[in-house]
């Protein structure tokens, strides 16, 4: 049943570490999403991959890496993790509009990084 | 470019009142969409409204109604008999018709008193 789904939903790692979010939708979207919010829950776009192409990248550094193997899936690399990363990481997905689907972005529950 | 301004951080109702939410935006775009989504202490991100910039209807969806005064780029959420499940951060979102770029507003802290 689950339309979006991440792991992990909590990562606690050390500064300078590099780690893995992953990111799995099954509601056969063709676009997907990774946010980023922040302690005062500002909720900023950082990527957007639509057929494996990257259309949105913000002021994103560059240790920050989205991979695409395919359409359902959409993983976050981060290298040499930094304090200032620590945040609840969502991903989301979205139907090409005209397609007869609802176009909405749809989120999965988050994962929150801690970065020590 | 796409803006979306929350003006209220905090908002608090008694249960069973009514409350409204407000938003304004500022968009470059033609067509547009402007949502908006409730997130309770689960984190997860849940659609609650959604507006076609085109339509002049204002969506409704059972207890929840938004006035959309497109002239005025304003965007409110009108809860009526609010629950306390209501209890929630509200984000405003404005998004481009190809959905490829949303933008949030800062949230509202929206606290349901019994």
């Known amino acids: 049943d689950t339309a979006v789904s991440q792991t992990p939903k909590y990562l606690v790692t050390q500064m300078g570490n590099d780690k893995s979010i992953k990111c799995e939708q099954n509601?056969?979207?063709?676009?997907m999403y990774w946010y980023k919010q922040d302690s005062k829950k500002f909720l900023k776009i950082m990527f957007s991959y639509n057929n494996k192409e990257l259309i949105i990248n913000e002021t994103v550094p560059n240790r920050f890496s989205p991979k695409s193997p395919d359409k359902a899936h959409l993983n976050l690399h981060i290298n040499s993790l930094e304090l200032g990363d620590s945040a609840v990481y969502f991903c989301?997905?979205?139907?090409?509009?005209?397609?007869?689907?609802?176009?909405?972005?749809?989120f999965g529950p988050g994962t929150r990084l801690l970065v020590l | 470019a796409q803006t979306v301004t929350q003006s209220q951080p905090e908002m608090s109702v008694q249960e069973a009142e009514t409350v409204t939410l407000s938003c304004t935006y500022d968009t470059s775009e033609n067509n547009y969409y402007l949502f908006w989504y409730k997130q309770p202490p689960s984190r997860q991100m849940i659609l609650v409204i959604r507006q076609e910039a085109y339509k002049q209807q204002n969506a409704t969806e059972n207890r929840f109604s938004v006035n959309f005064q497109k002239a005025a780029k304003s965007f409110s959420l009108k809860i009526s008999d609010s629950q306390l499940g209501d209890t929630a951060m509200y984000f405003c979102?404005?998004?481009?018709?190809?959905?490829?770029?949303?933008?949030f507003g800062a949230g509202t802290r929206l606290t349901v008193k019994p």
């Open positions: 979102a404005s998004s481009t018709y190809n959905n490829n770029d949303m933008r």
């Open positions: 989301a997905s979205s139907p090409i509009p005209g397609q007869g689907r609802r176009e909405t972005q749809y």
């Open positions: 509601l056969g979207h063709d676009t």
